[in-house]
Nanobody, 124 residues
Framework: QLQLVESGGGLVEPGGSLRLSCAAP????????IGWFHQAPGKEREGVAC????????DYLISVKDRFTISRDKDKNMVYLQMNSLRPADTGVYYC?????????????????WGQGTQVTVSS
């Protein structure tokens, strides 16, 4: 059964950067559309960035569109979320999720496999 493992979270000052990684030990991510989802304290989880299987289609939450970049490295079997210009509102748990779908990236779709999440705290 596919399992996803996130890493790369931590404490960063406003304006700083972090890169989150999503791995799938023992499985290939090549047949999964991958999304990164953010759950702020006391709020519902929302999709922030998603990428198609080909990597040619991406979907971003408008509030992160010019600051975050999702990418996939098929050689390393990893998906990344580069987060720049971080704000306190970006604080929360970030989850990596997967769905078997060969079409365009869509963060509003239903994702079937979820990781445990990694904490990101943006604070001075």
């Amino acid at each position: 059964q596919l399992q996803l493992v996130e890493s790369g979270g931590g404490l960063v000052e406003p304006g700083g950067s972090l890169r989150l990684s999503c791995a799938a030990p023992g499985f290939t991510l090549d047949v999964y559309q991958i999304g990164w989802f953010h759950q702020a304290p006391g709020k519902e989880r929302e999709g922030v960035a998603c990428i198609s299987i080909s990597g040619l289609s991406t979907d971003y939450l408008i509030s992160v569109k010019d600051r975050f970049t999702i990418s996939r490295d098929k050689d390393k079997n990893m998906v990344y979320l580069q987060m720049n210009s971080l704000r306190p509102a970006d604080t929360g748990v970030y989850y990596c999720a997967a769905r078997e779908y060969w079409g365009s990236a869509d963060c509003e779709a239903t994702y079937t496999t979820w990781g445990q999440g990694t904490q990101v705290t943006v604070s001075s």
